[in-house]
């Protein structure tokens, strides 16, 4: 079929290479020209596993072509998908501009039927207010079918994601849509649901709200861990083995970051006041979240003292492993939070730091490898658990620091392999384990 996709960020990207590896004729369209240059010019804009030999093969085969002119992306098209920003406006409400322009492009430039399919991630509702401008500025003779068609991959995993997904949800009222819809994903053999739009859109918040319920829900149950002398690892691992709960999303840490969780709850609880609803729960997984992305810098402050002028490693810059993306990362908060506290941050990251660089400029510094970072680190934060920092062995903290004291916000370590060196180690939910492989309940911390 011919596709476009409008967007070429994490999600227009993967879907535009994916679609293309399934044989589709794709035009992927950006308003950004250095994003498109780059990428005709076979070069990666984002760092996600697996995307560069997709793009490579599929660009050199023609299935894959990319633009900024929108009379080639749209005029002689089957199928459109949207995949632009909808990012956090201040407040927390969702700023729909780029839904907005791009919808009024599609009815500006299609020249024949299509289908029209919005992956991104939209408050209830948005799907009908795209209908209408479609309608109202499109040729009267042309048909648009507008389908929500939430995306629901993770970045790092997102070209696997887009082949294994657990469902694919479909939502219009349009038979002959879905119908050509449900024949597009068949290849993938993934379970199809068809819905109604509001629900196909609701499904996409509930999704995401759920998970980082369950997220600060095991963060909650971590730090009482901690003060009763229990262990979140043991914990998580003998909830996790009852089937109506499962082990996924039960890793406590230094809470949820990324583009989505913190804009989607926050959207949702907007949606949700909207409409008089004061949704207590959600409201407290965000509180949740908030305080324990700021635990480290608590954590460092009880076991230091003062932080003004003390050298921190920050180990981690990304959200989470495998990718560059900061967006909403704790670490970025990390980093206010030293930096207003006087520390000196050097902060390492396999991918993200020319990301970092963008938002936080020369107020720290930038390591290229681990032992760079720690080198004389009076304090070592363990943000991000990529395998290059959550394998090192722990000897490097011993001969890079001066008398390491290690904060591990991903509990990357076994407290058994802790104790064989001697460090001052505390992570989230675990006993802390103080030099000289003293574990001393009455020195737990109080925050
Ligand atoms: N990142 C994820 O893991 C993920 C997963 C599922 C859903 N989503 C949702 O998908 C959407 C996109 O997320 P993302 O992370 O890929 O965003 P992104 O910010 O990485 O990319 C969005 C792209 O859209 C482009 N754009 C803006 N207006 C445009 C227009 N009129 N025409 C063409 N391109 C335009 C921007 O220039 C940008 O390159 C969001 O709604 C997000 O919530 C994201
Ligand atoms: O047990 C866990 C699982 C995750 N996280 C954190 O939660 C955040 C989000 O992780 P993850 O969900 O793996 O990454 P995303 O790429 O943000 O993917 C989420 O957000 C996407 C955008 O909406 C959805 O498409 C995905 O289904 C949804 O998992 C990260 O900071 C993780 O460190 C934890 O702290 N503990």
Avoid at 46 to 59: F, H, M, S
């Amino acid at each position: 079929m011919k596709i476009t996709v409008a967007g070429a960020g994490y999600v227009g990207l993967v879907t535009s290479a994916c679609l293309a590896e399934l044989g589709h004729q794709v035009t992927c369209i950006d308003i950004q020209k250095e994003k498109i240059d780059l990428l005709q010019n076979n070069r990666l804009p984002i760092y996600e596993p697996g995307l560069r030999q997709l793009l490579a093969k599929n660009l050199q085969n023609g299935k894959l072509v990319f633009t900024v002119a929108p009379h080639l992306a749209y005029s002689n098209t089957e199928i459109i998908f949207i995949a632009v920003g909808t990012p956090e406006k201040s407040g927390g409400s969702v700023e729909l501009k780029y839904i907005d322009e791009a919808a009024q492009q599609i009815a500006h430039y299609i020249e024949n039927d299509v289908i029209i399919c919005t992956k991104s991630t939209v408050p209830v509702g948005t799907n009908d207010l795209i209908k209408q401008i479609i309608d109202n500025q499109k040729a009267p003779t042309l048909r648009a079918e507008v389908v929500s068609n939430p995306e629901f991959l993770r970045e790092g995993s997102a070209v696997h994601d887009f082949f294994h997904g657990d469902r694919i949800v479909i939502g219009t009222d349009n038979l002959e849509a879905a119908s050509i819809l449900k024949k597009l994903y068949q290849p993938l053999d993934i379970p199809v649901i068809i819905t109604d739009i509001r629900s196909a859109e609701m499904i996409k918040y509930a999704s995401n709200a759920f998970l980082a319920t369950k997220i600060s829900f095991i963060n909650e149950i971590s730090n009482i861990c901690q003060k009763v002398g229990a262990d979140i690892d043991e914990v998580a691992f003998g909830i996790g083995h009852d089937k109506r709960i499962g082990h996924d999303f039960l890793k406590a840490g230094i809470g949820y970051g990324g583009s989505c969780f913190p804009k989607d709850t926050k959207a949702l609880l907007g949606l949700a006041n909207d409409v008089e609803h004061h949704f207590d729960l959600l409201e407290a997984v965000i509180n949740v979240n908030n305080f324990q992305q700021s635990l480290p810098v608590l954590l460092a402050k009880e076991t230091i003292g003062s932080l003004q002028g003390k050298k921190v490693a920050l180990l981690g810059l990304a959200f989470k492993p495998n990718t560059d993306d900061i967006r909403g990362s704790a670490s970025i908060r990390i980093v206010n939070e030293l930096l207003k506290e006087g520390a000196i941050v050097r902060a390492y990251d396999p991918a993200a730091i020319p990301n970092a660089q963008c938002i936080l400029g020369d107020r720290i510094e930038y390591a290229y490898n681990l032992r760079f970072a720690l080198h004389e680190a009076e304090l070592a934060i363990i943000a991000t658990d990529w395998a290059q920092i959550k394998d090192a062995p722990l000897g490097v903290y011993q001969s890079f620091m001066k008398d390491p004291i290690v904060i591990d916000g991903r509990n990357c370590y076994s407290l058994k392999e802790i104790q064989k060196h001697s460090l001052t180690y505390l992570s989230i939910g675990r006993r802390y384990i103080f030099k000289d492989n003293l574990i001393d309940d009455k020195k737990m911390l109080h925050f």
